[in-house]
């Protein structure tokens, strides 16, 4: 079998040793009420989405700064992307990046040497992953041992067979049966004391799968998923527990549901698409991959100035998903296949060559404007970690929330740490 001759991957991105410590105790509520004030009161730089709308409301406040922004190119645009705080920007940008810099920065969780494992941990893990996986595990650091592990949401498994590689036991739940069955053949394998068990943890009987002896771990666990498991884990009387949270806006409803006190008494009101702003980053795509995504926006938004003149309505229509092979169409077919998929009047003849060129003109002019909001991509990630880590401080918890590996890794590196005494 191939993957048995896997090399030994490398070392765990850490990061480096003079950023900030972790937030705990006191800090935790302390920043949050900073991160509270700072999102309520500029609401209007990061709640529209220049994907859908001509004009932003802004824009009339800060003419300047749109103005520049509405002036550089898409590659100037997706070279700031990822730190939009760097860019020399008019006034508010650069006092907004140095606040929005200084209320997300969360320091560096204390990482513990791990023995490096055989190479048959790593079967069938990217490489990616697995470093992940080493970092997380790296930051694990509880004041009582550990009795037995539980993998939410496991997939196969990997993350949980890492952490039981010395002999501890290890429950993985996990949704798909193809998964469970792979995962325990990997598990038995290795002669490890695990079991892997079919489990949807969002149904009733998920409850009965957590009990006070167990350490619930979850690596990038989405929205609900995760969510879930702080309760159930709660009310378990679960001692320990490390949730790396991912994807906040796959949520059961429409509307997001502050878990801690000081979240329910905020003004702020997060629906799914506010829940999806701190996910706007590309820092794992491959050069292919942003093509692609750039080729089928700059065709969405050409067919937004067009569907806007055959509907005669000055409003953004969404568009469903459509496959890649689309893409290969010509452009004017695109849009008569879309036109005709959303029921619309048929284009006729048109200029479709200035039509396209004014998609990627677009295209260039909402990723620049798109910098403001990602000013507060992080600000929002953070406060909605620091109510899932209030919500645990409420549960009788001591919490720490921290980075666990470097953000080129993943940009969802904050993990949060939780222990009874």
């Known amino acids: ?17 003079s950023s900030p410590e972790p937030l705990h105790g006191a800090p935790l509520r302390q920043r949050f009420a900073e991160l509270d004030a700072f999102l309520v009161a500029h609401q209007p730089l990061w709640r529209e989405a220049p994907f859908t709308r001509l004009a932003l409301d802004w824009e009339r406040d800060h003419a300047e700064l749109a103005r520049w ?61 697995w470093q992940q996986i080493e970092a997380f595990a790296a930051s694990l650091s509880f004041h009582q041992p550990v009795q037995h592990w539980l993998d939410w949401c496991s997939g196969k498994g ?14 993985c739940l996990e949704y798909d049966a193809a998964l469970v069955v792979d995962g325990q053949r990997l598990s038995q394998r290795l002669a490890l004391d695990a079991q892997h068990l079919e489990q949807d943890v969002l149904a009733a009987s998920a409850a009965a799968r957590l009990h006070a002896t167990h350490t619930p771990v979850a690596l990038h666990a989405c929205g609900e998923l995760h969510l879930r498991l702080l309760r159930l884990a709660s009310h378990a009387g679960c001692r320990q527990l490390a949730v790396a949270p991912c994807c906040y806006n796959r949520i059961a409803g429409d509307r997001y549901v502050s878990l801690s006190q000081p979240a329910q008494a905020s003004s702020l009101r997060l629906d799914r698409d506010d829940l999806g702003l701190p996910l706007l980053e590309t820092v794992t ?51 008569r296949d879309l036109a005709a998929l959303k029921q619309l009047p048929a284009p006729g003849e048109r200029d479709w060559a200035a039509l396209e060129a004014a998609g990627w003109q677009r295209l260039a002019e909402v990723r620049n404007l798109e910098l403001v909001r990602g000013l507060f991509r992080r600000p929002l990630e953070v406060w909605l970690l620091l109510d899932r880590a209030l919500y645990l401080e409420e549960q009788g918890y001591r919490v720490q929330l921290g980075q666990f590996c470097d953000y080129q890794l993943t940009p969802r590196n904050l993990l949060l740490l939780a222990e009874r005494d």
């Open 1 to 17: 079998m191939a993957a048995a001759i896997i090399r030994a991957p490398p070392p765990p991105a850490r990061l480096p040793v």
């Open 69 to 129: 922004l509405r002036g550089r190119s898409l590659e100037q645009a997706e070279a700031a992307h990822n730190q939009p705080a760097r860019l020399g920007a008019p006034a508010p940008f650069p006092a907004l990046a140095a606040q929005a810099a200084a209320l997300s920065t969360v320091g560096v969780l204390p990482a513990k040497l791990t023995a490096r494992l055989p190479a048959q941990f790593s079967v069938d893990v990217p490489g990616r992953k």
């Open 158 to 171: 990997h993350l949980g067979r890492h952490l039981a590689h010395a002999g501890t036991p290890l429950t």
């Open 285 to 335: 795509a491959g050069a292919r991959v942003r093509r692609l995504r750039d080729h089928s926006m700059a065709r969405r938004l050409a067919f937004d100035l067009l569907q806007r003149q055959l509907r005669g309505v000055d409003d953004y229509l969404p568009t469903p998903s459509l496959p890649t092979a689309w893409l290969h169409k010509p452009f004017a077919d695109w849009c």
